[in-house]
């Protein structure tokens, strides 16, 4: 799940990635993992990006509403159509 707070706080702050990775003195690429949900950050980069922005640890890596409801609803749109394929394959044996 992408981490969208971190996005918003630097393009309010008007800095760039690269900037930001050396203020905090984390990879650029190491942000990038954090931000898309690859990697969960370890205390000390958490700790980190906490301090540069100034915003806590639950509200910089908290999941967006809106993604949280856009994860339901693929996983209900992949359950509906599991649901089809079983009962076009039991029509088909029958």
Not at 39 to 49: A, D, G, K, V, Y
Not at 51 to 56: K, V
Not at 66 to 79: G, H, L, R, W
Request: positive net charge; contains cysteine; aromatic residues 8%.
């Amino acid at each position: 799940m992408k981490r969208t707070t971190i996005i918003e706080e630097t393009k309010k702050r008007g800095i760039t990635f690269t900037s930001l990775a050396q203020s905090t003195r984390i990879s650029k690429e190491m942000i990038s993992h954090i931000i898309n949900g690859r990697h969960n950050p370890s205390w000390e980069t958490q700790q980190r990006l906490v301090n540069f922005f100034g915003i806590s640890s639950e509200l910089l890596f908290r999941p967006r509403f809106d993604e949280q409801m856009d994860s339901v609803y693929q996983k209900t749109k992949e359950m509906k159509t599991n649901a089809k394929f079983k009962r076009d394959c039991n029509k088909e044996t029958n």
